[in-house]
Protein backbone atom coordinates (compact mmCIF):
# COMPACT_ATOMS: atom_id res chain seq x y z
CA UNK A 1 0.00 0.00 0.00
CA UNK A 2 1.14 3.52 -1.06
CA UNK A 3 1.49 5.82 1.44
CA UNK A 4 2.09 9.66 2.22
CA UNK A 5 2.43 11.05 5.48
CA UNK A 6 0.74 14.33 4.97
CA UNK A 7 1.71 15.57 8.75
CA UNK A 8 5.76 16.02 9.60
CA UNK A 9 8.35 18.51 11.26
CA UNK A 10 11.76 18.41 10.90
CA UNK A 11 13.08 17.44 14.13
CA UNK A 12 16.04 19.71 15.91
CA UNK A 13 18.44 16.71 15.93
CA UNK A 14 17.70 16.41 12.02
CA UNK A 15 18.59 19.71 10.19
CA UNK A 16 19.76 17.96 7.22
CA UNK A 17 16.29 15.30 6.84
CA UNK A 18 18.25 12.20 6.40
CA UNK A 19 17.14 11.15 9.77
CA UNK A 20 13.72 11.83 8.12
CA UNK A 21 14.12 9.79 4.76
CA UNK A 22 15.01 6.97 6.33
CA UNK A 23 12.15 6.87 9.08
CA UNK A 24 10.34 6.92 5.30
CA UNK A 25 11.89 4.03 4.13
CA UNK A 26 11.80 2.07 7.32
CA UNK A 27 7.98 2.42 7.84
CA UNK A 28 7.00 2.15 4.26
CA UNK A 29 6.03 5.52 3.70
CA UNK A 30 6.25 6.98 -0.39
CA UNK A 31 6.82 10.91 1.11
CA UNK A 32 6.55 13.23 3.94
CA UNK A 33 5.00 16.79 3.70
CA UNK A 34 7.66 18.59 6.30
CA UNK A 35 6.46 21.67 7.54
CA UNK A 36 8.75 24.78 9.00
CA UNK A 37 8.02 25.76 12.44
CA UNK A 38 9.30 28.22 15.16
CA UNK A 39 9.30 26.89 18.38
CA UNK A 40 10.33 23.11 18.90
CA UNK A 41 11.29 22.08 14.84
CA UNK A 42 13.74 23.24 12.38
CA UNK A 43 12.51 26.85 10.73
CA UNK A 44 11.18 27.46 7.60
CA UNK A 45 14.69 28.31 6.01
CA UNK A 46 16.03 24.98 7.44
CA UNK A 47 13.07 22.86 6.16
CA UNK A 48 14.10 24.37 2.56
CA UNK A 49 17.35 23.24 2.76
CA UNK A 50 16.01 19.48 3.81
CA UNK A 51 13.42 19.37 1.29
CA UNK A 52 16.16 20.69 -1.88
CA UNK A 53 18.58 17.88 0.11
CA UNK A 54 15.43 15.37 -0.71
CA UNK A 55 13.35 16.58 -3.80
CA UNK A 56 11.88 13.45 -4.39
CA UNK A 57 10.89 12.64 -0.98
CA UNK A 58 10.29 15.34 1.11
CA UNK A 59 6.96 18.16 0.27
CA UNK A 60 7.89 21.58 1.62
CA UNK A 61 5.72 23.24 3.87
CA UNK A 62 6.38 27.03 5.58
CA UNK A 63 5.04 28.02 9.05
CA UNK A 64 3.10 31.15 9.19
CA UNK A 65 1.97 33.78 11.89
CA UNK A 66 -1.01 35.67 10.17
CA UNK A 67 -1.09 38.22 12.87
CA UNK A 68 2.24 39.58 11.50
CA UNK A 69 0.04 39.53 7.76
CA UNK A 70 2.34 41.12 5.85
CA UNK A 71 5.64 39.07 6.54
CA UNK A 72 3.15 35.99 6.24
CA UNK A 73 2.35 36.87 2.56
CA UNK A 74 5.99 37.62 1.98
CA UNK A 75 6.35 34.00 3.13
CA UNK A 76 3.80 32.46 1.07
CA UNK A 77 5.22 34.00 -2.30
CA UNK A 78 8.77 33.15 -1.41
CA UNK A 79 7.82 29.38 -0.37
CA UNK A 80 5.48 29.08 -3.13
CA UNK A 81 8.62 30.36 -5.42
CA UNK A 82 10.41 26.89 -4.15
CA UNK A 83 7.76 25.34 -4.85
CA UNK A 84 6.30 24.73 -1.48
CA UNK A 85 2.69 23.00 -1.30
CA UNK A 86 1.78 23.89 2.14
CA UNK A 87 1.29 26.57 4.64
CA UNK A 88 0.92 25.80 8.41
CA UNK A 89 -0.47 28.14 11.35
CA UNK A 90 -1.30 27.58 14.81
CA UNK A 91 -4.63 29.06 15.80
CA UNK A 92 -4.28 28.42 19.79
CA UNK A 93 -1.08 31.18 19.90
CA UNK A 94 -3.79 33.95 19.85
CA UNK A 95 -6.30 34.30 16.41
CA UNK A 96 -9.31 33.28 15.31
CA UNK A 97 -8.72 31.23 11.79
CA UNK A 98 -12.47 32.90 11.25
CA UNK A 99 -10.77 37.25 11.54
CA UNK A 100 -11.18 38.30 8.74
CA UNK A 101 -7.65 40.53 9.09
CA UNK A 102 -5.95 37.84 8.26
CA UNK A 103 -8.26 36.50 5.09
CA UNK A 104 -5.75 38.23 2.54
CA UNK A 105 -3.14 34.98 3.77
CA UNK A 106 -6.11 32.96 2.81
CA UNK A 107 -6.59 34.31 -0.74
CA UNK A 108 -3.45 34.57 -1.82
CA UNK A 109 -3.22 30.75 -0.91
CA UNK A 110 -6.22 30.48 -2.96
CA UNK A 111 -4.43 32.07 -5.54
CA UNK A 112 -1.43 30.06 -5.64
CA UNK A 113 -3.27 26.77 -5.46
CA UNK A 114 -1.28 26.11 -2.26
CA UNK A 115 -3.07 23.75 1.24
CA UNK A 116 -3.54 25.10 4.67
CA UNK A 117 -2.64 22.54 7.58
CA UNK A 118 -3.69 23.91 11.21
CA UNK A 119 -3.27 22.65 14.34
CA UNK A 120 -6.25 21.88 16.29
CA UNK A 121 -6.36 19.94 19.33
CA UNK A 122 -5.24 22.33 21.84
CA UNK A 123 -2.07 24.19 23.18
CA UNK A 124 0.76 21.71 22.05
CA UNK A 125 3.21 22.30 24.89
CA UNK A 126 2.82 24.11 28.37
CA UNK A 127 6.31 26.51 28.03
CA UNK A 128 5.47 30.00 26.72
CA UNK A 129 5.94 30.34 23.72
CA UNK A 130 7.57 33.02 20.84
CA UNK A 131 5.20 32.60 17.83
CA UNK A 132 6.45 36.20 15.85
CA UNK A 133 8.73 38.88 17.25
CA UNK A 134 5.73 41.04 19.13
CA UNK A 135 3.44 38.24 19.50
CA UNK A 136 4.86 36.88 23.10
CA UNK A 137 1.30 35.96 24.77
CA UNK A 138 1.52 33.04 26.78
CA UNK A 139 -1.50 34.46 28.87
CA UNK A 140 -3.56 34.61 25.35
CA UNK A 141 -2.59 30.57 24.27
CA UNK A 142 -5.91 28.69 24.56
CA UNK A 143 -7.65 26.18 22.99
CA UNK A 144 -11.19 28.80 22.53
CA UNK A 145 -8.96 29.95 19.40
CA UNK A 146 -9.23 25.79 17.63
CA UNK A 147 -12.94 24.98 17.88
CA UNK A 148 -14.24 23.64 14.30
CA UNK A 149 -16.65 25.91 13.96
CA UNK A 150 -14.16 28.90 13.37
CA UNK A 151 -13.64 26.89 9.58
CA UNK A 152 -17.54 27.46 8.72
CA UNK A 153 -16.70 30.92 7.23
CA UNK A 154 -13.28 30.89 6.12
CA UNK A 155 -14.29 27.02 3.72
CA UNK A 156 -17.18 29.10 2.34
CA UNK A 157 -15.52 32.49 1.53
CA UNK A 158 -12.30 30.60 0.01
CA UNK A 159 -14.11 27.24 -1.76
CA UNK A 160 -11.01 26.47 -3.61
CA UNK A 161 -8.38 26.60 -0.84
CA UNK A 162 -8.61 23.26 1.01
CA UNK A 163 -8.00 23.73 4.04
CA UNK A 164 -7.03 20.61 6.96
CA UNK A 165 -7.66 20.72 10.42
CA UNK A 166 -4.52 18.34 12.04
CA UNK A 167 -5.09 16.15 14.75
CA UNK A 168 -8.74 15.39 13.29
CA UNK A 169 -9.75 18.44 14.52
CA UNK A 170 -9.50 17.48 17.76
CA UNK A 171 -10.04 20.89 19.64
CA UNK A 172 -12.59 19.55 21.65
CA UNK A 173 -14.20 16.14 22.15
CA UNK A 174 -17.43 16.61 20.72
CA UNK A 175 -16.65 14.61 17.57
CA UNK A 176 -20.30 15.45 15.98
CA UNK A 177 -19.53 19.15 16.02
CA UNK A 178 -16.23 18.23 13.46
CA UNK A 179 -17.66 15.48 11.64
CA UNK A 180 -20.55 18.31 11.06
CA UNK A 181 -18.36 21.05 9.78
CA UNK A 182 -16.63 18.57 7.28
CA UNK A 183 -19.56 17.13 5.86
CA UNK A 184 -20.54 20.31 5.05
CA UNK A 185 -17.45 21.66 3.40
CA UNK A 186 -15.94 20.14 0.09
CA UNK A 187 -12.60 21.94 1.07
CA UNK A 188 -12.30 20.67 4.82
CA UNK A 189 -10.37 18.00 5.62
CA UNK A 190 -8.69 16.36 8.53
CA UNK A 191 -5.67 14.72 8.89
CA UNK A 192 -4.78 12.07 11.56
CA UNK A 193 -1.82 12.69 13.12
CA UNK A 194 -0.92 12.43 17.05
CA UNK A 195 -1.98 10.17 20.08
CA UNK A 196 -5.27 11.79 20.04
CA UNK A 197 -6.21 11.10 17.17
CA UNK A 198 -5.05 7.57 17.34
CA UNK A 199 -7.62 7.55 20.49
CA UNK A 200 -10.46 9.28 18.55
CA UNK A 201 -10.00 6.79 15.66
CA UNK A 202 -10.47 3.83 17.93
CA UNK A 203 -13.26 5.59 19.71
CA UNK A 204 -15.06 5.53 15.94
CA UNK A 205 -13.94 2.37 15.49
CA UNK A 206 -15.54 1.20 18.56
CA UNK A 207 -18.90 2.53 17.75
CA UNK A 208 -18.96 2.11 14.46
CA UNK A 209 -19.02 5.86 13.11
CA UNK A 210 -22.43 6.13 14.51
CA UNK A 211 -22.65 9.45 15.29
CA UNK A 212 -25.31 12.20 14.31
CA UNK A 213 -22.95 13.16 11.70
CA UNK A 214 -21.18 10.66 10.97
CA UNK A 215 -17.19 11.10 9.66
CA UNK A 216 -17.01 11.26 5.95
CA UNK A 217 -14.15 8.76 5.94
CA UNK A 218 -13.41 9.90 2.43
CA UNK A 219 -11.98 13.86 4.02
CA UNK A 220 -9.09 11.91 5.60
CA UNK A 221 -5.60 12.38 5.40
CA UNK A 222 -3.14 10.25 7.08
CA UNK A 223 -0.28 11.47 9.40
CA UNK A 224 2.65 11.48 12.00
CA UNK A 225 3.52 14.36 13.25
CA UNK A 226 7.11 13.55 14.77
CA UNK A 227 9.83 10.91 14.32
CA UNK A 228 12.99 9.70 16.52
CA UNK A 229 16.19 8.06 15.43
CA UNK A 230 14.48 4.65 16.47
CA UNK A 231 12.12 5.09 14.18
CA UNK A 232 14.24 5.40 11.18
CA UNK A 233 16.28 2.39 12.63
CA UNK A 234 13.63 -0.22 13.31
CA UNK A 235 9.62 0.62 12.15
CA UNK A 236 7.83 2.35 14.75
CA UNK A 237 5.45 0.57 17.01
CA UNK A 238 2.85 3.88 16.85
CA UNK A 239 2.89 4.24 12.91
CA UNK A 240 1.94 0.82 13.20
CA UNK A 241 -0.98 1.10 15.60
CA UNK A 242 -2.43 4.59 14.05
CA UNK A 243 -2.62 2.87 10.31
CA UNK A 244 -4.00 -0.29 11.62
CA UNK A 245 -6.17 2.25 13.61
CA UNK A 246 -7.52 3.68 9.70
CA UNK A 247 -7.94 -0.09 8.71
CA UNK A 248 -9.97 -0.73 11.88
CA UNK A 249 -12.32 2.13 11.06
CA UNK A 250 -12.67 1.59 6.89
CA UNK A 251 -12.51 -2.21 6.53
CA UNK A 252 -12.87 -0.91 2.74
CA UNK A 253 -9.55 -0.90 0.66
CA UNK A 254 -10.89 1.87 -1.81
CA UNK A 255 -11.40 4.15 0.88
CA UNK A 256 -8.24 3.15 2.68
CA UNK A 257 -6.02 3.85 -0.25
CA UNK A 258 -7.67 7.32 0.02
CA UNK A 259 -6.68 8.05 3.15
CA UNK A 260 -3.60 6.70 2.75
CA UNK A 261 -2.13 7.85 0.00
CA UNK A 262 -4.71 9.27 -2.90
CA UNK A 263 -6.23 12.20 -0.99
CA UNK A 264 -2.55 13.52 -0.31
CA UNK A 265 -1.33 13.16 -4.29
CA UNK A 266 -4.79 14.86 -5.43
CA UNK A 267 -4.66 17.65 -2.84
CA UNK A 268 -0.75 18.02 -3.70
CA UNK A 269 -1.01 18.12 -6.95
CA UNK A 270 1.85 15.13 -6.99
CA UNK A 271 2.46 13.62 -10.68
Not at 42 to 50: F, M, V, Y
Not at 79 to 89: A, E, L, N, T
Not at 178 to 191: A, E, G, K, M, T
Not at 219 to 229: E, F, Q, R
Request: with cysteine; hydrophobic share 40%; glycine share 6%.
Amino acid sequence: MKVIDIHQHLMMFDPTGDVLVRYLDTNGIEKAVVIGCTYYCQSNDTTRKAVRRHPDRLIGGAYVDPRDLQASLRTVREYHQDGFKVIKMFPCFGFYPDDPAIYPVYALMEELGMVLLNHAGGVPHDDPVVVTPGFLRPEGVSIKYDLPWHYDAPARCFPKLTFILAHMGLATWNLPDIFYQVSRHPNLYLDTSCGLALRAMREIARVKNQYIWPLDFSKLLWGHDGYSVACAEKPAPRVQAEQQAVREMVQDEATLSLIMYENAKRLLALA
